[in-house]
């Protein structure tokens, strides 16, 4: 996966690089553990349930050599046949622990160093693996030698122990042959799962050692160039043109749908240019009026002319339509503290409303209205 030389990649591996090599099926793997696993499992089994499956074993062959002479001369054959079914099934039955326990310690290991993993992607067909020259070149790579020194090892190892321990135990073996044929393979038994202890623990050193290095072979192999850290910064943050392209067509949806809101408003808040805050109120539905659309500048005078266009009354408040454009988020209640400022403003609506119903005269717009002065911000620089 990684590119570029080993001298350039100085970066360790992203997530999103680790991710993507668990999805190809890479994970820090170790032969070392497998076998140790495996075969300390297989020995420990033996050592404590050795003895019960011994005897179940010896009294199946027992009964296998032990059958009536009345089946021998059976007319049919299937009841020979019936009896070796029996034989095999207990057999099978013996041993199914001792299977069970070494498929749980196989699948341990790779989940102890890797987790779960579940990658299709490595079921595909590459055609490289079947390159003879690919498989020439990993023979004599850096990471063959290292295996070929790590078989090497391990083998001077266990036939170290191995012949140290029967060095020390030869008398005791010797003795064998002196001793009555069943409690010489009892005792015997004893010494080979005992000598198998001491050489499946060399083993445990090994995994010792393999462990962290597999650990951080697979990190090295991982590890990413400065322009690899680069690039996939870009990717996953985008295109910064791109971006302000998706947030300006963001900004032109909202600014639509915040128009469309203000011809079913109550009435636009003006500064009078500056600043626009249309509000609506729907006393069945609604706990206090709410800002439907609100702008400054350019998009204040758009607001005003769509309420123009729709007879949306406009009252004219300077520190009330700060107070609204500073403090009110769209399709949100007012703050608490306007709500008799604004409900002013609505009864000059209604006022208003009923006025041009009836043909009367419209009521003289509220003057000033009762904003507290902490929520005004005050008039902007160029006013």
């Not at 998009?299 to 403090?327: M, Q």
Request: proline share 8%; aromatic share 8%.
């Amino acid at each position: 996966m990684a590119e570029g030389s080993d001298e350039d990649r100085t970066e360790p591996a992203s997530g999103r690089r680790l991710q993507q090599a668990r999805e190809e099926g890479q994970v820090p793997q170790s032969r070392e553990l497998s076998t140790f696993l495996v075969t300390m499992t297989g020995v420990l089994f033996l050592w404590l349930l050795g003895g019960w499956m011994g005897e179940r074993l010896l009294g199946l062959l027992r009964r296998g050599f032990a059958f009536d002479r009345s089946m021998a001369f059976e007319p049919t054959p299937m009841v020979m046949v019936e009896y070796v079914q029996t034989l095999f099934s207990g057999a099978l039955l013996t041993l199914m622990p001792l299977f069970g326990a070494l498929m749980v310690a196989a699948v341990a290991s790779p989940l102890a160093l890797g987790g779960f993993l579940f990658a299709p992607a490595v079921l595909g067909l590459k055609l490289d693996r079947l390159n003879p020259l690919q498989g020439i070149k990993r023979m004599f790579s850096l990471h063959g030698l290292a295996e070929m020194l790590k078989a090497v090892m391990k083998a001077s190892l266990i036939g170290g122990v191995g012949a140290m321990v029967l060095w020390r135990h030869r008398e005791h073996l010797f003795d064998f042959l002196r001793e009555p044929l069943e409690v010489a393979i009892g005792d015997f038994s004893g010494t080979v799962i005992w000598i198998a202890l001491l050489i499946v623990s060399s083993l445990g050193l090994l995994a010792l050692f393999d462990v962290p290095f597999q650990l951080w072979q697979y990190h090295k192999n991982l590890r990413m160039s400065k322009e690899e850290v680069k690039r996939e910064f870009k990717e996953q943050e985008g295109d910064p043109q791109l971006k302000g392209r998706i947030r300006s067509m963001q900004r032109e949806m909202a600014r639509r749908r915040m128009m469309a809101e203000v011809p079913k408003a109550d009435v636009v808040v003006t500064n009078p240019a500056h600043f626009s805050v249309a509000l609506r109120y729907d006393a069945p539905k609604m706990a206090a009026p709410i800002v439907v659309a609100k702008g400054r500048g350019e998009l204040a005078l758009k607001i005003r002319e769509v309420a123009l266009e729709n007879a949306v009354p406009l009252l004219e408040a300077p520190p009330l339509a700060r107070a609204l454009y500073a403090h009110c988020e769209l399709q949100q209640a007012i703050p608490t503290a306007l709500f008799s400022a604004v409900a002013e403003a609505m009864a000059w609506v209604y006022q208003l409303n009923e006025a041009m119903a009836s043909g009367v005269e419209p009521p003289t717009p509220p003057a000033e209205l009762p904003v507290p002065a902490e929520l005004d911000p005050g008039p902007p620089p160029e006013e």
